[in-house]
């Protein structure tokens, strides 16, 4: 099955992280993706700071910011083809960004049977 | 409870589980085999009343849940293909139990640990539970529980939705210690939720009865796991009990003051084997503690012969592990039956406890009771009329009720 892992984190508890700690969850997330790379069928996106997020909601109406006023913010996302929802939350629970404070890996199935729109 | 009824309920108990995952793994559909089954079970209870016991009730009701099963796919369309080429085949494939040797591991354990699956809602693990695996229909679980059928209905859809769509897979998990709890708590609330609802509200089903025996179910297919024991030994004790503790208009009774002959001793004497096999596993928990106080009363011949110090010692272990307000009265409520100095001690505990018990009955009785131990006979009034305002009335009584639901067997076991 293929789920959406989006990577999702607070920005202001993020602040609070070092420069070192923040450079050595990279080199650690660097190293997920390969040791991962089996199951990530689409490797995704890492996304520009929330900062940079323009939405167009209902009405043509087009404001600045993201789509919803929460704390917590997607940072990226990423397509895995793995087994069943224990699979993905095994893989989930291994994401090194997850070692920071704020920061939380929400799990989605994808709609692949397009079957029931016919 | 008629014969027809009793062998309906003890088959329906039995099967139901064991055919939606027969089914879920023959057509691939959770939502089809779960359903398919609820229907089986519907119709079974209309037409055994009416046309007696059927001969072989295992292979009647997988005969009806695979003929559903058929019929739901035909009408979803989507798998029209594989229900055609499937319904030549034998209706009576889904071996029945009463034809094959049970399996091991149980292959009821798969379903349950997708119905306790930490991906769904917690209330809907109950509610699912109790359809899926052992078979209650959702108006059964309504009255039970005392919620709202329809709202019930779409938690369970819900729930089942997300099975299917998530990719929740019936399967005993790789992580076993880290949701083995999850679904010991979903068994423990089946059982504290029909406790309360004892009082007589669903004719056909003893939940409490199904609870324990689900629990026994876990402990004997997960042998090495010792608070599958624990709690299976608790609930047998506290099922044991079950008769002692309504009075016939409904009301609680009071441990110290249930008549100990109505107590079902051999339910006992087995819960006692579960709690010595938990022990044996060297592996303690909350459960098992819990199972050995009320071991310990089980064992009492009365409230005043009572092993205390023993009591008093696995409540101190267990209010390390469950710190929670109920625990700690009850554990108090323990430590007072030692002497005056020691219910001096318990009043204190019991008055730290205020701020979160001071909405229940309990608590004021509790607190009256060390009150008069401790030479404060005009406190222990004041306390006591608390209570009473608190339990005055038939209204409040059933908010009592109420909070016994969040606040579990606190009778003073």
Same mark, same amino acid.
């Given at each position: 099955m293929k789920y959406v892992l989006m990577f999702t984190h607070d920005p202001a508890q993020l602040a609070g992280v070092s420069e070192e700690d923040t450079q050595a969850v990279y080199g650690k997330i660097y190293a997920w993706f390969q040791e991962n790379a089996s199951v990530i069928t689409d490797s995704g996106a890492e996304l520009q700071p929330v900062e940079t997020a323009t939405t167009v909601k209902h009405g043509g109406v087009v404001v600045d910011g993201p789509f919803n006023e929460a704390k917590e913010v997607v940072g990226g996302f990423s397509v895995i083809d793995v087994p069943d929802m224990d699979a993905a939350i095994t893989l989930a629970k291994t994401w090194p960004h997850l070692?920071? +404070?704020?920061v939380a890996v929400e799990i989605r199935p994808m709609v692949e049977d397009y079957s029931q729109f016919e | 409870m008629t014969t027809s009824d009793a062998l309906l309920?003890?088959?329906?108990?039995?099967?139901?589980?064991?055919? *939606?995952? !027969?089914?879920?793994?023959?057509?691939?559909?959770?939502? *089809?085999a779960e359903e398919a089954v609820q229907? !089986?079970?519907?119709?079974?209870?209309?037409?055994?009343?009416?046309?007696?016991? +059927?001969?072989?009730?295992?292979?009647?009701?997988?005969?009806?849940?695979?003929?559903?099963?058929l019929d739901l796919l035909r009408s979803r369309g989507r798998r029209a293909r594989v229900a055609e080429r499937l319904s030549g085949e034998q209706f009576d494939e889904v071996p029945p139990a009463d034809e094959v040797a049970a399996p091991d591991p149980d292959d009821r354990?798969? &379903?349950?640990?997708?119905?306790?699956?930490?991906?769904?809602?917690?209330?809907?693990?109950?509610? &699912?539970?109790?359809?899926? *695996?052992?078979?209650?229909?959702? +108006? /059964?679980?309504?009255?039970?529980?005392?919620?709202?059928?329809?709202?019930?209905? /779409?938690?369970?859809?819900?729930?089942?939705?997300?099975?299917?769509?998530?990719?929740?897979?019936?399967?005993v998990p790789e992580a076993l210690d880290e949701r083995l709890p999850d679904v010991l708590a979903v068994v423990y609330l089946a059982y504290n939720e029909a406790f309360v609802a004892s009082t007589g509200s669903t004719h056909d089903r003893d939940l409490g009865?199904?609870?324990?025996?689900?629990?026994?179910?876990?402990a004997d297919s997960l042998p090495d796991h010792a608070e599958a024991w624990g709690l299976a030994a608790l609930l047998r004790i506290q099922h044991g009990r079950a008769r002692a503790r309504f009075t016939p208009t409904g009301e609680l009774v009071l441990l110290r003051d249930q008549d100990r002959t109505l107590w079902d001793a051999s339910a006992i004497k087995r819960a006692g084997e579960h709690l010595e096999r938990a022990a044996s596993l060297r592996s303690p928990g909350p459960y098992q503690l819990q199972a050995a106080i009320a071991m310990c009363h089980a064992e009492a011949p009365s409230w005043e012969e009572t092993d205390w110090l023993q009591i008093v010692t696995l409540y101190g272990v267990l209010i390390r592990e469950d710190p929670s307000p109920v625990v700690r009265l009850n554990g108090a409520i323990a430590l007072a039956q030692l002497g005056p100095r020691q219910a001096a001690r318990a009043l204190a505990d019991v008055d730290a406890l205020g701020s979160s018990l001071a909405g229940y009955h309990l608590w004021h009785a509790t607190r009256a009771e060390l009150l008069r131990l401790t030479g404060r006979p005009d406190e222990a009034e004041a306390a006591d009329r608390r209570a009473l305002e608190l339990t005055g009335n038939d209204a409040e009584r059933r908010l009592i009720q109420t909070r016994l639901r969040r606040h579990p067997l606190t009778d003073g076991s």
């Open positions: 070692e920071l +404070p704020g | 309920t003890a088959t329906i108990r039995e099967e139901s589980g064991r055919l *939606v995952t !027969a089914l879920y793994r023959r057509f691939g559909d959770f939502d *089809v229907g !089986a079970v519907v119709e079974a209870v209309t037409a055994w009343r009416r046309d007696g016991t +059927p001969r072989r009730p295992a292979a009647w009701l997988a005969t009806a849940a695979q003929r559903n099963a354990l798969p &379903l349950l640990f997708a119905c306790c699956h930490p991906a769904l809602a917690p209330e809907a693990r109950l509610a &699912l539970t109790l359809r899926a *695996v052992i078979g209650l229909t959702t +108006p /059964q679980i309504a009255r039970a529980f005392l919620v709202n059928e329809q709202t019930l209905a /779409q938690r369970i859809v819900r729930a089942k939705r997300k099975i299917v769509a998530a990719g929740i897979d019936l399967k009865s199904d609870a324990a025996w689900l629990a026994e179910v876990v």
